[in-house]
DNA sequence: AACACGTGGCA
DNA sequence: TTGCCAAGTGT
């Protein structure tokens, strides 16, 4: 493709990520040298991947004063693991994260894009991005802002990403001249900061190199990606006590929250309505703080809590009675954790679906399939 | 090749 | 409020 040469065209980057770049706590301070701790690069990659710098930043430092190093990492429970990433989301980063520490303790740190790229969690652009700034490597990496700055200073109206072998033969030239790491992290900062999706091309160190601008199409390019489409759920979300303990969910091994706590749950009724007997008749004191709407990538549920306590009697399969001095220290999505620290607020009376729904989780009724209703009152 | 996978910021 | 999108990867 007769792409303009890039080390001539991004060479205004480089002045202007040296004087301008946002302080970042894995950032070298020499961006012309390998980086002092690879280790750190590897932590903040994984962190960032579909994550805003700022929100990274305070679980970077938590992880990296209680895992240093990759044999601290490899040495963690997974509960410890995941409490430290909870509220990050996509959770199977710290369990990759987790087995790819324990790969670079054993063999030592991978020092090539092959070898990055065979550590579990990281694709062509984390692998990519590593090399480069802990190695200095020039190796492109394309996440979202840098197709989107590559494709607008070279006018691509197609989707880059279909590019990407194209994009990356162009940038490695301009990565060796402007050095790997700092050009790297510049394209990013670029495009995070300036040539985000509405544009501020006003401020930018390309507006004169731009063919996006130049053609006043900057707006319209990359085209928007189509979305896949998102469920809608309504579930009851129950805290229920015993005795000094609360009845919870352990992790499961895959799926939505896998490695998460959660408390019980299950369907809600759409069709049952009024007010509940007496909860007290079945043994049941409860009550039912104001619900929510929790987001996920691909499902929205509407969230029912229920807080109870209950006679004391087994845990229903697949659930556990935890002591009530460890709760606050398991880890939980944002919905859960939003109920642990809702069990002393007030709340209405239960309804007749929150008993029900009680009655289908103490029953032992499979509470986990998202689409399961709650079953009929006998 | 789609889809699963969390959460928060921003217009 | 709703929708888009973020330093993507695994299956």
């Not at 809702?342 to 729904?357: F, K, N, Q, Y």
Request: aromatic letters at 6%; proline letters at 11%; charged letters at 20%.
């Amino acid at each position: 493709m007769p792409f303009a040469d890039a080390a001539v065209l991004l060479a205004p980057l480089a002045p202007w990520f040296d004087s301008l770049r946002r302080p970042m706590p894995w950032r070298a301070a020499d961006l012309d040298a390998p980086h002092p701790d690879p280790y750190a690069v590897l932590v903040s990659e994984i962190m960032l991947q579909q994550t805003q710098v700022a929100t990274v930043i305070p679980y970077f430092r938590r992880w990296m004063e209680r895992f240093p190093g990759p044999a601290a990492l490899a040495a963690a429970t997974e509960d410890e693991i995941h409490g430290l990433w909870a509220g990050l989301g996509y959770y199977r980063r710290a369990r990759n994260l987790q087995a790819a520490a324990a790969a670079i303790a054993a063999d030592g740190f991978p020092r090539t894009l092959e070898g990055l790229l065979a550590l579990p969690g990281l694709g062509p652009y984390t692998a990519a991005a590593v090399a480069a700034q802990a190695f200095q490597l020039p190796t492109p990496a394309l996440d979202g802002n840098a197709f989107r700055v590559a494709a607008r200073v070279l006018a691509l109206e197609e989707d880059p990403r279909r590019h990407a072998g194209a994009l990356r033969e162009w940038l490695a030239p301009a990565l060796a001249a402007h050095g790997p790491s700092r050009l790297t992290q510049a394209v990013m900062e670029l495009g995070a900061t300036v040539c985000v999706p509405a544009p501020r091309c006003a401020s930018c160190p390309l507006q004169g190199a731009c063919a996006a601008r130049a053609r006043g199409i900057q707006h319209r390019i990359p085209p928007a990606q189509p979305r896949t489409k998102v469920t809608e759920a309504e579930i009851h979300l129950a805290a229920i006590a015993s005795g000094g303990a609360w009845l919870l969910r352990p992790p499961g091994a895959k799926g939505l929250l896998a490695g998460l706590w959660s408390w019980p749950w299950t369907g809600a009724a759409a069709d049952t309505q009024g007010a509940a007997e007496p909860a007290s008749a079945y043994g049941i004191e409860a009550r039912e703080p104001a619900g929510w709407t929790q987001v996920y990538s691909h499902r929205r549920e509407a969230v029912r809590p229920i807080v109870a306590r209950v006679e004391p009697g087994a845990a229903p399969p697949g659930l556990e009675w935890v002591p009530e001095a460890r709760l606050a220290s398991l880890p939980m999505g944002r919905r859960d954790q939003r109920l642990r620290e809702a069990v002393d607020a007030p709340g209405e009376p239960l309804t007749v679906a929150g008993l029900e729904a009680l009655q289908a989780i103490l029953q032992g009724v499979k509470a986990s399939s998202p689409a399961a209703p709650a079953p009929g009152r006998s």
